[in-house]
């Protein structure tokens, strides 16, 4: 093992130091570990000696190309000053010196370079916001065709979407909404409790569950439900080329895929929000019953008196606008899907992500805007 080890000898000469390559300097001897990392520091040895160091190759007992490389990268990819090799060794290195690519050099990120992403990304925004501009303008036009010929208009595909959405959604978005209230009626009545205000509970349970909580969590969990679902399913007849046909078929992709998708998301996501607060608040209940004995009674009694009606409007109001965004992002991602299947992982993810932060951005939006409204 000591006779094939891949190892540098250093000598002095009286033209200098020299180094002496030893050993098996192969892609097979080198590949094993040990024999890599001592070689590595010898190679790190020999470069701090400095340039003017000679080098002698007679003495190897095997190289091969791979060998030849290490030995050019370690030279810093020129011929020493001074070099003693056999002429088939010589002929090796000339043509790793000839053909052989240099590595990459790192890259070093300057104000200009992020100036240059910067642009990248304002330029992909635009494009995303410009494709669902014309999606919108194209629903608008479908809308206004099935208005015209309602009778032809895609019911089945509506009605279908609908069932999916919101019929198969509600018993997640009940368990979540339940779990959501009985939390939030635990931890106001620890605070309460200390100012003698539990009767206040009603109040922040119901304003807080029906105007903001109860749509916003709904929304989120459709949008992680239905918007992944309707991305992926648009995705999925891209990657088998089902739009392609469509195309050649003459059939309108936002007459029946988009538009049925909107309207079935604009019907379930208000029902499916309302259903997500009743769930809440008999969650939020059945708590304070039993942390702080307030009956069920009157907190039924209570609550219309504590949160207005105009709540409850504004709430289903918003939550149709959140349905119709989170369709047309889920529909804007899935047309934008490239024929392979990461480009529909990819569509999917951003799908989610972009859906979410518009609900919140409008949430947002709603409660700076109707900020009188209902308080």
């Given amino acids: 093992m000591e006779d094939t080890q891949s190892r540098?000898?250093?000598?002095?000469?009286?033209?200098?130091?020299?180094?002496?390559?030893?050993?098996?300097?192969?892609?097979?001897?080198?590949?094993?570990?040990?024999?890599?990392?001592?070689?590595?520091?010898?190679?790190?040895?020999?470069?701090?000696?400095?340039?003017?160091?000679?080098?002698?190759?007679?003495?190897?007992?095997r190289l091969d190309h791979s060998g030849a490389q290490v030995l050019w990268n370690a030279w810093g990819r020129h011929w020493p000053q001074r070099l003693e090799l056999l002429d088939v060794q010589r002929a090796m290195l000339e043509r790793i010196a000839r053909f052989s690519v240099p590595p990459p050099r790192p890259e070093r990120?300057?104000?200009?370079?992020?100036?240059?992403?910067?642009?990248?990304?304002?330029?992909?925004?635009?494009?995303?916001?410009?494709?669902?501009?014309?999606?919108?303008?194209?629903?608008?036009?479908?809308?206004?065709?099935?208005?015209?010929?309602?009778?032809?208009g895609p019911w089945r595909d509506v009605s279908g979407h609908l069932y999916h959405i919101g019929a198969t959604a509600l018993p997640i978005t009940a368990l979540v909404g339940f779990?959501?209230?009985?939390?939030?009626?635990?931890?106001?009545?620890?605070?309460?409790?200390?100012?003698?205000?539990?009767?206040?509970?009603?109040?922040?349970?119901?304003?807080?569950?029906?105007?903001?909580l109860g749509p916003v969590l709904a929304a989120i969990l459709i949008a992680g439900r239905s918007g992944s679902a309707i991305t992926a399913q648009i995705g999925v007849m891209r990657v088998t080329e089902e739009l392609d046909a469509m195309r050649v078929m003459g059939i309108p992709k936002g007459y029946r895929l988009v538009m049925p998708r909107?309207?079935?998301?604009?019907?379930?996501?208000?029902?499916?929000?309302?259903?997500?607060?009743?769930?809440?608040?008999?969650?939020?209940?059945?708590?304070?019953?039993?942390?702080?004995?307030?009956?069920?009674?009157?907190?039924?009694?209570?609550?219309?008196?504590?949160?207005?009606?105009?709540?409850?409007?504004?709430?289903?109001?918003?939550?149709?606008?959140f349905g119709v965004l989170i369709a047309l992002i889920g529909c804007h991602y899935g047309l934008r899907v490239q024929?392979?299947?990461?480009?529909?992982?990819?569509?999917?993810?951003?799908?989610?992500?972009?859906?979410?932060?518009?609900?919140?951005?409008?949430?947002?939006l709603f409660a700076v805007v109707f900020k009188s409204v209902g308080i």
């Fill in 8 to 61: 540098i000898a250093f000598e002095t000469l009286p033209e200098g130091e020299c180094a002496v390559a030893l050993g098996i300097w192969t892609a097979a001897h080198l590949a094993v570990p040990e024999h890599w990392a001592a070689l590595q520091s010898a190679l790190a040895q020999a470069a701090t000696r400095g340039p003017a160091i000679g080098w002698d190759l007679r003495r190897l007992q």
């Fill in 109 to 152: 990120s300057s104000p200009l370079d992020a100036m240059e992403t910067l642009g990248d990304w304002v330029f992909s925004m635009g494009g995303h916001v410009a494709g669902l501009v014309r999606l919108l303008g194209q629903l608008v036009i479908d809308l206004l065709k099935l208005v015209r010929h309602p009778v032809k």
């Fill in 179 to 212: 779990l959501i209230g009985v939390v939030l009626a635990y931890l106001m009545s620890q605070q309460l409790r200390q100012f003698g205000a539990d009767a206040f509970i009603v109040n922040i349970l119901g304003i807080s569950l029906i105007r903001e």
């Fill in 262 to 321: 909107v309207i079935a998301m604009a019907v379930a996501m208000p029902l499916i929000a309302v259903w997500t607060t009743i769930a809440a608040l008999f969650g939020g209940m059945l708590a304070a019953d039993l942390a702080i004995g307030l009956s069920p009674a009157y907190f039924v009694t209570a609550l219309p008196k504590a949160v207005e009606l105009s709540n409850l409007w504004l709430a289903v109001s918003k939550s149709v606008v």
């Fill in 339 to 364: 024929p392979n299947t990461e480009s529909l992982g990819q569509g999917t993810t951003a799908s989610v992500v972009t859906s979410i932060t518009i609900v919140i951005l409008v949430d947002a």
